[in-house]
């Protein structure tokens, strides 16, 4: 599975914006590439990963729970099988 910033690579300017957008962020960088770095930086930051944890549906915490589990490896396939593609 491709990290956060490696999955941000093809995207545009405009999308990475609108995906920082959805998570309540406001991106300074002007530059796609900056900016899917300060989008991951962001979003890594400990008190956001919280808050937004405490949010998420049962369905995603227990698909959260299994990425924990195996230390954040699980074939894409395998992953999609057990909790539906990634939205």
């Given at each position: 599975m491709p990290d956060l910033l490696a999955s941000l690579h093809p995207h545009?300017?405009?999308h990475i914006r609108i995906i920082a957008?959805?998570?309540?962020?406001?991106?300074?960088?002007?530059?796609r590439d900056?900016?899917?770095?300060?989008?991951?930086?962001?979003?890594?930051?400990p008190e956001l990963v919280?808050?937004?944890?405490?949010?998420?549906?049962?369905?995603?915490?227990?698909?959260?729970?299994?990425?924990?589990?195996a230390q954040g490896r699980v074939p894409?396939?395998?992953f999609a099988r057990r909790?539906?593609?990634i939205r």
């Amino acid at each position: 599975m491709p990290d956060l910033l490696a999955s941000l690579h093809p995207h545009d300017l405009g999308h990475i914006r609108i995906i920082a957008e959805l998570w309540g962020l406001e991106l300074d960088s002007h530059e796609r590439d900056a900016a899917a770095e300060e989008f991951t930086a962001s979003i890594l930051d400990p008190e956001l990963v919280r808050e937004t944890l405490d949010v998420l549906p049962a369905d995603a915490k227990r698909a959260i729970d299994a990425l924990l589990a195996a230390q954040g490896r699980v074939p894409w396939a395998e992953f999609a099988r057990r909790f539906g593609e990634i939205r």
